[in-house]
Nanobody, 124 residues
Framework: QVQLVESGGGLVQAGDSLRLSCAAS????????MGWFRQAPGKEREFVAS????????YHADSVKGRFTIYRENVKNTVYLQMNSLKPEDTAVYYC?????????????????WGQGTQVTVSS
């Protein structure tokens, strides 16, 4: 069982930056591919970014490409989501997810463990 705890959300203005963190409670963090997803009110959960076990490969949704960056520090059991140039449409609850294996897919159902989420609100 892996527990994931997100932090770093908050209320910001359009154009601001935030960095989300997700700490994992496992001694084998490097065995897990990681992903970030988000869910806005009344909408389905959507993929934001994912990263391979080593951190050497990443994938970002088109809607955030060039503005958000996923990266990880395996020695700290933590994955991050650096969010720049935030827009009001980025407002959502952001979740991190872990998957035991080499693939780092975009589908939520492929992930085994989820955090409780952190709210990000971007005002215009």
């Amino acid at each position: 069982q892996v527990q994931l705890v997100e932090s770093g959300g908050g209320l910001v203005q359009a154009g601001d930056s935030l960095r989300l963190s997700c700490a994992a409670s496992t001694r084998t963090f490097s065995d897990y591919a990681m992903g970030w997803f988000r869910q806005a009110p009344g909408k389905e959960r959507e993929f934001v970014a994912s990263i391979s076990r080593s951190g050497g490969s990443t994938y970002h949704a088109d809607s955030v490409k060039g503005r958000f960056t996923i990266y990880r520090e395996n020695v700290k059991n933590t994955v991050y989501l650096q969010m720049n140039s935030l827009k009001p449409e980025d407002t959502a609850v952001y979740y991190c997810a872990a998957r035991n294996g080499g693939r780092y897919p975009v589908t939520a159902s492929s992930y085994d463990y989820w955090g409780q989420g952190t709210q990000v609100t971007v005002s215009s």
